[in-house]
């Protein structure tokens, strides 16, 4: 069966860094483009970040900065994501994806809120 599970959510306050893991299993994750989304309570599941079976990151829309960077650890069948400079306005479900030859999985999530 292939899922994806994150975790590495929590509370910070902003100005802070935090990295989210996600583990994939059931298929090979850097064979896949792997991509990072995220859902702010009342608005829509938006991408944030990805990279592809090439180590190329993608990034996407309104996070063409820094802040926001994807990397994976093949030994661990893993990708993350690393977020830096942490706002009250990035406190949202985010949610780690595989694109497996059109077949999307998605992960439950993992709940990030930035308050002080």
């Known amino acids: 069966q292939m899922q994806v599970v994150e975790s590495g959510g929590g509370l910070v306050q902003p100005g802070e860094s935090l990295r989210l893991s996600c583990v994939a299993s059931?298929?090979?994750?850097?064979?896949?483009?792997m991509q990072w989304f995220r859902q702010v309570e009342g608005k829509e599941r938006e991408p944030v970040v990805g990279?592809?079976?090439?180590?190329?990151?993608?990034h996407y829309k309104g996070f063409t900065g820094a802040r926001f960077t994807v990397s994976r650890d093949n030994a661990k069948n893993s990708v993350y994501l690393q977020m830096n400079s942490l706002r009250p306005e990035d406190t949202a479900t985010y949610y780690c994806?595989?694109?497996?030859?059109?077949?999307?999985?998605w992960g439950k999530g993992t709940l990030v809120t930035v308050s002080s």
């Open positions: 059931g298929f090979t994750a850097s064979d896949n483009l």
């Open positions: 994806s595989a694109n497996i030859r059109g077949i999307r999985i």
């Open positions: 990279i592809d079976s090439m180590n190329s990151m993608l």
